[in-house]
């Protein structure tokens, strides 16, 4: 397929089958807004009834066309769309949008129509954005593209390009950024339903695209979401920051899974992944587009998460620190020899702490701006700086908007203004900083939610720079692959366990017997107490099934027991496959961890690392990578989670051995990648992690193997 | 101090204390603006440097006026305020402003300045508003009495009425709401540092006033926080919503507690607390209170919380369902025939399922608007419905808007729009909805979250008028009272439990022994297995100080158990004093709770729930209420904290006794508020909570007195 997108954006000419000289209904839209924006190339409408449109000559029918245009908009009934994309494939055309609805979003003989379509499109090589979209706009280059309210209105160009897989919602975002918010944006486009061209190859191009400063999106899945982590990757060393709506959350439709990991990674988990690793900003209202827009336009950067804030108004300095602080800001501790200076010319009655309370006293005598800005500025332990300016206006707002502008220029930190007068009334002002590309707010709560995004950007763009250089751990382990491969039931905790070995991850010690007097030969090796448990693929839930007993004691009570686990199984499910009984060392102390891996459709494998028992399954408390997993990314994981206190010490426990439970999530995920084609699902759980020195255990484990569903037998 | 309030928002005359010729000043502000928005009454300046100031005859001091001003501003320098305010009294004047800085917020001699202020006030019954403020706007009357950028515009009178503790943020709230949000504000005034007249007064007072229908605060602290439920109830009788900012969530000074509850029980948890007690809806940014008040404005509340969305854009309709899904809404069950009536007119390609995808079909016959909405409203299973129309504008946008008001009308349920269109090409349309009190935003996340707070508010206020019947447990108990009066260290367990049985609450069978023969003797009672712990009033950590020993089997072990815990309590803390050692039964099963009471110095007694162990210590997870807690409160206490899964059955465990649970919640409120004056804090820690029908027991306990803190002896 194709992606030399700028084709599709600046096409030399456009076709329009199904245009209508109606030009309020959606097919008559497009012509219009092309000719009304003025755009350069040249229109060819293509509908039989007509010999011309708009003052256009029409044409009966694609093939009359003298020459083959860059793009096609097909705005024809759902029914006739396949015959006119086969069309434009005998034509030779590169790009086409298909507008028309009725496809895989009515269900029924829509998903077959779809299905119809991405065929025609692979086998001509066309690249098809649609169906069920709303087309899209080239602002710079005036190509209006598309139907819908928003298309009436002229645009300024600005740094944004956006992707949306909403018609109606993308376009409004677009539009109130534009206009009301003063953030213009460059290209605009909708690819509904998604059958050729995709959101991710869309951010692409915008990477790639020099002008493009700012990218946003807006996401209800992706199809290819295993790009997400290399997309995401080529825009942070591009240094543009993605906006992005991923919505749909509420969504409940789960498949069933085995195994906790996979029923906790639902798509939430995985796009939130993906996200925090490679820095793109999770965005929630359109406002947030127009607040971070503004605070990236300013192309700086903070070195460190360390806010100072200069404030007039008490009350507004208290909001922004709430607000920064839980964006995971914190207030700079400004050095004495900061403070020194500012006792200087601060007044008594101000504040020295930051935030620095200047008071409007500071108003009297305008070098002082300039020297409480410079000064807190200057602080080595300053990242970045946000000057409150409550309600002021007019004459003075300017002066004072001047002097910020001054001081601005001669640093590289961050600079923002919160800023509550109204624009009529601070017109000079703003206009000064907006030049200066230094971002201002009307509220500090506003202010302050911006900045936080910025210093989370710039945190996921710190990491991921030291983090580049890591290799990946690679283990390949063909046995293992050859062991699971064709397998069809989950495999169980022996088999499971020899796997995890296999990958370097220590397990607890054991043996499988066969009778009872094996297992008493087992357990003399291993060492009383011992627990035992069933071992079957018809069982997955072994002490469900009654059939696991902990701590047995001596050979007479692990006889009885070695009997009783066997019945029990028996007695749950009578046709279980037994394969026999697990003798197992129990485990003294430690804290028990959960690790597993889902292999997702859509993503891949991940890695999810918890606390064991009620915080994975009551409390959901985990955190999930995309593998690979390298060490440092690893230790971001175990430091994520809420329990993580009881791992270092909470509660009178000794410390945890984090050093190795970091490596057992690394290994795991060097399996996952090892194992993408055989393993499913899989779970650790639990992970015995002892005290600091002394390692982790693998207590228990479960792979649910990939099977077709056809063949599959635990569901 | 008085709160006869409308005579200070509609003062006959005004006396300015300081009032400069110089209006650029602060104290040259007030008398132009006064003049300036057409103030009525009469107008005093006071300075004995001048004869006139703006053309108004000027007195050399107070004393001098030929009446007692209704309204005195105060604004001379710090050091002199403390003299105009006697001048003040002495004249009769019932209500002050004092403007001026540099008293307890700049800390030292600025505190003592305070102090007399407030004394001054209270001698001579003085409404004081302030110090450290910037005045007061009553705009339906034309009074600005005070200084500030946002005094220099006009505006139009609107339903809401606000106080704030922060002069600038609170007067921006205004002026942005007003100008750019459209939402107009009543009265608008700054309490600065509050020695006189409260936030809560002012609430009480907008309460009271009829033209108030909306009230928003902005808070940092409350002094009289002990009336903040009282004051929540009256506005929830009126029908007069709270939109309230409480900032300075991220402070940490917290008291040093004894126990868990003390220190989980910060103001934020205990603001928290009396919010939700009485529907008091928190924001967070000025749009909130813009938004939440178009909402409040149509004075529609939902009878339950389940939404019907129609929209023309999918993706729109996504970005609602999750906002309001998050803020504790779902979405409407549309009934069969609901659904049999849609089909008849809504086309194949859209959807019928909740958010109904009416698509853009629907403005080919404008009556399917009509049709579609009514039906919709008409459904019993419908509590409001929200409609979507992207960036419809024009005429088009006029005509539908027309049809939403017509039906509209016809019901109560609330009806809210989520529109794109750009004020001015949709004012129409808008104009038509203003007039209808029809709530309408420009995108569907605001519309959401907008539905969601009054959905929220429509609950405390249902659930607040089933609860108000239900008198709350009194237990009266002059012995306990009497036991705790005076005592100035740590009530140790068996003394703290004892207290705990004399309110009803079950503990564990116990007795205290004072010789190893009196605990065997003891544990023969009570039964084998038994625990042992000293008891001490210096040793609050007892576990720490490894005199506890738990499961002892029989008489031997309890004497050698009995030696070792008193020895190890010696060498923890040589001078403890011994109260004997607590012989007590091991409570087999259940699960640990934790409850709690803290007496805070602002709010009085307050309970606590929560799961025990790492539950309340690492992760937070409890629930605070004010006391007195009924029985509905309590339970949802309990089902308010995320871990309660672990009592209803979640991992096997068998349903914990919720109904013994909320009960002993109760008795600990009528303790709480009993012993008001004697317990500072409570801890039952852990309390098991015992399978159902088995009820629950206390297992330890710790009881912090009140003292004065130089009598403190645990610190």
């Not at 806010?307 to 300095?317: E, Q, V």
């Not at 063909?478 to 070995?501: N, S």
């Amino acid at each position: 397929m194709r992606t030399d997108l700028e084709r599709f954006f600046t096409p030399r000419s456009i076709a329009i089958i199904g245009a209508s000289q109606d030009f309020g209904t959606i097919s008559g839209q497009p012509l219009k807004h092309l000719q009304s924006h003025g755009y350069k190339g040249t229109i060819y409408p293509v509908n039989p009834r007509y010999a011309e449109v708009g003052g256009v000559k029409c044409y009966p029918a694609l093939a009359e066309l003298p020459e083959t245009p860059d793009l096609v908009l097909i705005l024809v009934n759902a029914s006739r769309v396949t015959d006119m994309l086969r069309q434009c494939g005998a034509k030779g055309v590169p790009y086409v949008i298909i507008f028309s609805s009725g496809f895989s979003e009515v269900g029924g003989g829509g998903v077959n129509l779809q299905q119809a379509l991405a065929q025609i499109a692979r086998e001509h090589d066309i690249g098809v954005i649609g169906p069920n979209c709303q087309g899209m706009i080239n602002v710079a280059d005036s190509v209006f593209a598309g139907f819908g309210s928003v298309f009436s209105s002229d645009y300024d160009p600005g740094p944004v390009s956006m992707v949306s897989q909403s018609g109606g919602f993308g376009f409004s975002v677009m539009n109130l950024s534009a206009k009301e918010g003063g953030l213009g944006f460059r290209q605009m486009v909708t690819t509904g339903n998604e059958i050729g061209v995709s959101t991710l190859d869309f951010i692409e191009y915008f990477i790639r695209d020099p002008q493009t400063e700012i990218i946003a999106g807006y996401v209800e899945g992706l199809k290819d979401a295993n790009r997400l982590i290399e997309v995401g990757e080529k825009a942070l060393q591009a240094g543009k920051p993605i906006l992005m709506w991923k919505v749909g959350n509420t969504e409940q439709g789960q498949r069933a899974a085995a195994s906790h990991t996979a029923n906790l990674g639902g798509a939430m988990a995985l796009y939130g992944a993906a996200f925090r690793q490679k820095g793109i900003i999770q965005v929630d209202d359109i406002q947030d587009v127009v607040d971070y827009g503004r605070a990236f336009r300013s192309k700086r950067l903070p070195q460190g998460n360390r806010l100072a804030i200069i404030t007039i108004s008490g009350g507004a300095g208290i909001l922004m620190t709430d607000e920064i602080v839980a964006g995971g800001m914190q207030l700079a501790q400004l050095s004495v020899a900061t403070l020194d200076k500012l006792r200087e010319f601060i007044p008594s009655f101000g504040s020295l702490l930051n935030p620095v309370d200047v008071t409007a006293a500071i108003f009297n005598d305008l070098t002082l701006i300039n020297r409480t800005l410079q000064t807190i500025i200057d602080d080595p332990g300053v990242d970045c700086v946000a000057m409150i300016n409550a309600s002021l206006q007019g004459d003075l707002a300017a002066t004072i908007a001047g002097e910020i502008v001054a001081v601005a220029k001669q640093t590289d930190k961050p600079v923002f203004l919160s800023w509550s007068a109204r624009d009529v009334l601070a017109q000079d002002a703003y206009a000064q900083l907006d030049a200066a590309l230094i971002p201002h707010y009307k509220s500090p709560v506003r202010c302050g939610r911006a900045l936080a995004a910025v210093s989370w950007y710039a945190e996921a763009k710190r990491r991921n720079e030291s983090q580049r250089d890591e290799k990946p751990l690679v283990i390949e382990r063909p046995e293992a692959k050859k062991m699971l491969q064709g397998r069809t039931a989950d495999v169980a905790e022996y088999e499971a366990k020899r796997i995890l070995k296999e990958y370097g991850i220590a397990v607890t010690q054991e043996a499988l017997a066969l009778s009872a007097d094996e297992a008493v030969a087992a357990a003399k090796r291993i060492g009383y107490p011992v627990a035992i448990k069933i071992q079957s693929p018809d069982i997955s839930h072994k002490t469900e099934a009654k059939a696991v007993r902990l701590g047995i004691e001596d050979d007479d009570a692990l006889k009885a027991g070695y009997e009783e686990v066997v019945a029990n199984a028996r007695a749950y499910k009578a046709d279980a496959k037994i394969e026999g009984v697990l003798v197992q060392e129990m485990v003294k102390g430690g804290t028990e961890a959960i690790l597993g891996v889902t292999n997702d459709p859509l993503f891949g494998p991940a890695v999810m690392f918890g606390l064991g028992g009620i915080f994975a399954e009551v409390l959901k408390d985990v955190a999930f990578r995309l593998a690979p997993v390298t060490l440092s990314v690893a230790r971001e994981m175990i430091e994520e989670i809420k329990g993580y206190p009881l791992l270092t010490g909470a509660r009178g426990k000794a410390p945890a051995d984090l050093d190795a439970l970091a490596d057992a999530i690394v290994k795991l995920s060097a399996l996952a990648i090892d194992l993408e084609d055989v393993v499913a699902e899989l779970d650790i759980n639990p992970l015995f992690v002892m005290e600091k020195g002394k390692g982790v255990k693998a207590a228990d484990a479960l792979i649910r193997p990939v099977v077709k569903s056809r063949e599959r037998v635990n569901e």
